[in-house]
């Protein structure tokens, strides 16, 4: 996959900005489908990008660059990037396939809001594997917060009303709940998130939620159905974006703001727990190009 990222930057540098003819937008529009974008959104942005590029007479290659990185920018301005924590608590649930990076993420996103002043409490609702929960205690014990966790294969369900309860007893702000990747099909999924749900409806009705769905941004176009499929069965508030760390640029993530109009919240920058960033779109379209 690296090997493969690694081509497809290349392909991106070989273009040559300055040369803006039919076959530089031929090859731009092949470079961004290569880079994860999907072809109606490179097909999009070339368009617009012709227009600008004729309306405002740009003719440096520069000039090029900079018209793309506002059009994808402006693709990836789809809703508010900051988490809503508005009530006590508020309950953030973090979903995705397996490996992607949930547990990690919840680490990071702790130790952030307890910067932040926030009492955070994480809930252990991944009971799937047994190593699971002693891996978020660690998270927990780096992040310093609380957490509520069960044995292997306890209902999920049963960990976060535990988690919920705690939280109100506590006055815990914020509940980070940590779920399975490794259900086998679409069905048991979709249960089990309907399940967390009803849950939280129940015991924390007025709270403010989010629903972030933690994405590898190594994955590629897979990226774009695991979202469909996400937001279908669970609703999707925010994207976190994981291991743009390495050369993976997760371009993928344009095609489901535009498709999806989910916007991405979060960036995960490597393994620490001090490596997650909060969504910059500028910054994102200056490291794309
Ligand atoms: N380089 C890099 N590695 C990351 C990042 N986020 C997570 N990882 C690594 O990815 C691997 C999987 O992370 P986990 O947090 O366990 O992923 P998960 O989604 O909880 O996995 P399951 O619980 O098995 O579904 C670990 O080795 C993490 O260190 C990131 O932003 N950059
Ligand atoms: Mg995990």
Known sequence: MGLFSKIKKAWFDTIIWETIDDEFYDELEESLILADLGAAVAADAV?????VVYNDKIQ??????????DILAEKLDVGDTALNLATQP???LIIGVNGVGKTTSIGKLAKRLKSDGKRVLLCAADTFRAAAGDQ???WAQRAECEIVRSTEGADPGAVLFDSLAAAKARGADVVLCDTAGR??????????????SKIIDRETPDAAR???LVLDATTGQNGLQQAKIFKEVAGLTGIILTKLDGTAKGGICVAIAQELGVPVKFVGLGEGIDDLQPFDAQAYVNALI
């Open 47 to 51: 368009k617009r990008l012709r227009d």
């Open 60 to 69: 440096s290659g520069e000039g090029v660059k900079q018209a793309l990185r």
């Open 90 to 92: 508020s309950v953030v």
């Open 136 to 138: 978020l205690e660690i």
């Open 183 to 196: 259900l086998h099909n679409k069905v048991n999924l979709m249960n089990e998130l309907a399940k967390l």
């Open 210 to 212: 989010e629903t972030l």
